[in-house]
């Protein structure tokens, strides 16, 4: 009797869990979800190294995006400032207090915005021995010492193997750089990232092509004023309106989806707020949607099932080895590769 009763359970549970999955496949079908990301140029199940392979090395630093590229992330990730002088450069802070040691070279500076400091000074400033102090279980001497980069820099890594990854590049504080859309889409402009063509080659059949595709660029921002300067200045570029649990309470999400359907962009939520029903609207909209930022394998394959069609993850390698993309090399060869 006993032996019924745990079965009828388990038949009731599993037919639950049956009618669960099934309805999320019905309102984000796949077919549709992989065809407006195919009509981008964008891989279905985008890997989006977030400030490159960061849970392994110092966020946007040479040895963190050199993992992520060489590891075969679909997409190296990096938040775009402005120095005092002009300067495009990749960072994710307003200040230089978290990832430098700002506090021992420019005493009383701590607090100051990026662009209230030249490149020169900027490249006085150690951005990786935080990451040693921080997780030393992670350290490596190499790690100390390492440079702020430049975006050109950042570019040059991202061509610079046989995998060639795209850029997925955000805008967070446009209203402390005006003017700044328009300048990075020159710059990319020039470097051939828009509206060019590559001549670079790949490396060989499994490795990754994004960066040759026309889905090589996407722009992000929180800002709905600055994702339309990237649809007024780039129009063929693809562009993802970011959004979280603060953004949700200051406009409300209907104001969001209109916004980001206006715009075309892509739906870039959070992951605490990417809910299958809005994921659905928002591909029934024609949109695709990125979530951020999935650092775990479970987190991947819920959201996956609830529509994400791609992730921002501080851990490329484990995203790929989920998705069946082992890479062909292991971290510490990567590294070593690079002498860090
Ligand atoms: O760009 C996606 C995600 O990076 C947004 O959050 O703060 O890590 O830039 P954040
Ligand atoms: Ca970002």
């Not at 549970?13 to 984000?28: E, K, P």
């Not at 660029?217 to 649809?231: G, K, M, N, Y």
Request: net charge positive; aromatic share 12%.
């Amino acid at each position: 009797m006993v032996k019924r009763i745990w079965a009828a359970v388990i038949i009731f549970i599993g037919a639950i869990v049956f009618i669960l999955i099934s309805v999320l496949w019905i309102i984000n079908p796949e077919g549709k979800r992989a065809e407006i990301c195919r009509k981008h140029g964008i891989p279905f199940r985008a890997i989006i190294a977030h400030r490159g392979a960061s849970f392994y090395a110092p966020e946007e630093t040479e040895p963190s995006y050199l993992l992520a590229r060489d590891l075969g992330a679909d997409y190296l990730e990096a938040d775009i400032q402005r120095t005092k002088d002009g300067v495009l450069i990749a960072l994710h802070d307003d200040t230089l207090e978290r990832t430098t040691n700002v506090a021992a070279v420019f005493p009383g500076r701590e607090k100051d915005y990026v662009e209230t400091f030249t490149l020169a000074e900027l490249r006085k400033l150690d951005a990786g021995s935080w990451f040693n102090a921080k997780f030393p279980e992670k350290a490596r001497k190499s790690f100390s010492g390492l440079k702020i980069l430049t975006l050109e820099e950042f570019l040059r890594i991202a061509v610079g193997g046989s995998h060639k990854p795209g850029i997925y590049l955000e805008i967070k504080s446009p209203k402390r750089f005006p003017g700044i859309a328009r300048r990075l889409i020159e710059i990319l402009t020039r470097f051939g990232w828009i509206g060019g063509e590559f001549s670079a080659s790949t490396g060989g059949t499994d490795m990754v092509t994004v960066g040759i595709s026309s889905g090589r660029v996407i722009l992000q921002s929180f800002d709905p004023e600055c994702v339309a300067e990237f649809t007024q200045y780039a129009p063929s570029v693809p562009r993802l309106y970011l959004y979280g649990a603060e953004e949700i309470e200051k406009a409300g999400w209907q104001t969001i989806l209109r916004t980001a359907i206006g715009q075309k962009a892509g739906f870039g939520p959070s992951g605490y707020v990417a809910m299958p029903f809005k994921n659905s609207e928002a591909h029934r909209a024609g949109l695709f949607v990125h979530v951020y930022t999935i650092n775990k394998a479970w987190q991947a394959r819920a959201l996956s099932l609830f529509g994400a069609d791609g992730f921002f993850t501080d851990r490329a390698d484990l995203l790929l080895e989920i998705y069946g993309r082992r890479p062909s090399e292991t971290i510490g060869n990567i590294f070593a590769k690079h002498g860090y």
